[in-house]
T-cell receptor, first 112, second 114 residues
Framework: DAKTTQPNSMESNEEEPVHLPCNHSTISGTDYIHWYRQLPSQGPEYVIHGLTSNVNNRMASLAIAEDRKSSTLILHRATLRDAAVYYCILRDSNSGNTPLVFGKGTRLSVIA | DTEVTQTPKHLVMGMTNKKSLKCEQHMGHRAMYWYKQKAKKPPELMFVYSYEKLSINESVPSRFSPECPNSSLLNLHLHALQPEDSALYLC?????????????FGPGTRLTVL
């Protein structure tokens, strides 16, 4: 599986935007970029995914670099509930079976 | 119903016990997964079922035995576990097992082996 690199931790003030970076310099053309997050004492939850174009949904935006070697998850207004570990994961669309392979992720703290 | 349920929430067992973890979803998903998560570590994949057939076993010891009796249910049978097997066991499901499918996770079963 292609690898991703994320900062260990980040901090944000409440109601401010948060940009969570992910480097994936060995990404292949068929790899989807997925983001999941895990709130304290809960199972992971899906946030967003994309292939080449930027994506928006009700939770976040995903900005993908033109060369696809990095991406950024954007939370537009952080709330205390967004404090979690955020995982950036690559999944190969060429394979019919592509489970999630979690890296260490970024622990996001949100300060009131 | 977009929920994956897991029972029990907590389980304490001795090394000679036999127990089972259960996972259920009613979203019509045909792929189901077991993950293991140690404290302060990311989840690690154990097994993948696709259309009720085991498709991935990540070299998990035989003391963990998965079972998928139908498309809604996934069990994990535990026998002769070791204290180092204490962890949070997470179940997940997705429509299919391909790369563009979102996985839905349950809250997990916290297992303690004495």
């Amino acid at each position: 599986d292609a690898k991703t690199t994320q900062p260990n931790s980040m901090e944000s003030n409440e109601e401010e935007p948060v940009h969570l970076p992910c480097n994936h310099s060995t990404i292949s053309g068929t790899d989807y970029i997925h983001w999941y997050r895990q709130l304290p004492s809960q199972g992971p939850e899906y946030v967003i995914h994309g292939l080449t174009s930027n994506v928006n949904n009700r939770m976040a935006s995903l900005a993908i670099a033109e060369d696809r070697k990095s991406s950024t998850l954007i939370l537009h207004r952080a709330t205390l509930r967004d404090a979690a570990v955020y995982y950036c994961i690559l999944r190969d669309s060429n394979s019919g079976n592509t489970p999630l392979v979690f890296g260490k992720g970024t622990r996001l703290s949100v300060i009131a | 119903d977009t929920e994956v349920t897991q029972t029990p929430k907590h389980l304490v067992m001795g090394m000679t016990n036999k127990k089972s973890l259960k996972c259920e979803q009613h979203m019509g998903h045909r792929a189901m997964y077991w993950y293991k998560q140690k404290a302060k570590k990311p989840p690690e994949l154990m097994f993948v079922y696709s259309y009720e057939k085991l498709s991935i076993n990540e070299s998990v010891p035989s003391r963990f035995s998965p079972e998928c009796p139908n498309s809604s249910l996934l069990n994990l049978h535990l026998h002769a576990l070791q204290p180092e097997d204490s962890a949070l066991y997470l179940c997940a499901s997705s429509q299919r097992s391909g790369a563009y499918n979102e996985q839905f996770f349950g809250p997990g079963t916290r297992l303690t082996v004495l």
